[in-house]
């Protein structure tokens, strides 16, 4: 089993949708959560981190479920510029920072 | 962007040769990671270095080494490269503990092993 797991995808959404990605996670005694995107062929970005309270950034909202192990990304009012592939990331740094395989998302017009 | 910069971007070679990957940052950060990524899996770490000659194993760290002679710079050697070593290779820094966990990657480099 896989330490983060992520739904490949792809997610194909229309402009304006609302569309949401789960990661579950296996390492209860982890602190830190992320989500980066990944543009096509370039550098994964850190989008945000995810606090134990939920977070929200414009249109972006990240959620954290510790009794479930899982955090999530809601993405509302999608934009063709929001399509990627978004990286789900737990754990902490040196060395125990474990990566989804990535969720990829297309909006279309 | 973070001050990142890999080098070569891409790069074919043959089985058996050895190949080094430069990293090279401006931001003056102690912590430098490299990591591997190739499809249907995440990210995984390589190695990474806490500081000038000080560099640890992660979790895929056979038939690579690393070194670190200068804060700026952490380089990458596969010693006798091999067809699973065809991978996107990105060099990353970071902060570890307080509010920093976050890390900052460079652009990658794609290499080939025929």
């Known amino acids: 089993r896989k330490e983060v797991e992520q739904d490949p995808g792809p997610f194909n959404v229309p402009e304006g949708a609302t569309v949401a990605f789960n990661c579950t996670y296996s390492?209860?005694?982890?602190?830190?959560f992320f989500w980066y995107r990944q543009d096509c062929r370039k550098e994964p970005k850190l989008l945000m981190s995810?606090?134990?309270s939920g977070n929200e950034d414009g249109r972006f909202t990240a959620q954290l479920n510790r009794a479930s192990q899982y955090i999530s990304l809601l993405i509302r009012d999608s934009k063709l510029s929001d399509s990627a592939t978004y990286l789900c990331?737990?754990?902490?740094?040196?060395?125990?920072?474990?990566f989804g395989a990535g969720t990829r998302l297309t909006v279309k017009p | 962007d973070a001050g990142i910069t890999q080098s070569p971007r891409h790069k074919v070679t043959e089985t058996g040769t050895p190949v080094t990957l430069r990293c090279h940052q401006t931001?003056?950060?102690?912590?430098m990671y490299w990591y591997r990524q190739d499809p249907g899996h995440g990210l995984r770490l390589i190695h990474y270095?806490?500081?000038?000659?000080?560099?640890d194993k992660g979790e895929v760290s056979d038939g690579y080494s690393v070194s670190r002679s200068k804060t700026e710079d952490f380089l990458l050697t596969l010693e006798s490269a091999t067809s699973s070593q065809t991978s996107v290779y990105f060099c990353?820094?970071?902060?570890?503990?307080?509010?920093?966990?976050?890390?900052?990657f460079g652009p990658g480099t794609r290499l080939t092993v025929l």
């Open positions: 390492n209860s005694a982890s602190q830190s």
């Open positions: 990331v737990v754990g902490e740094v040196p060395n125990d920072m474990r």
């Open positions: 270095s806490y500081g000038v000659k000080d560099t």
């Open positions: 990353a820094i970071g902060r570890v503990g307080g509010a920093g966990n976050e890390q900052f």
């Open positions: 995810v606090y134990s």
């Open positions: 931001e003056n950060h102690r912590y």
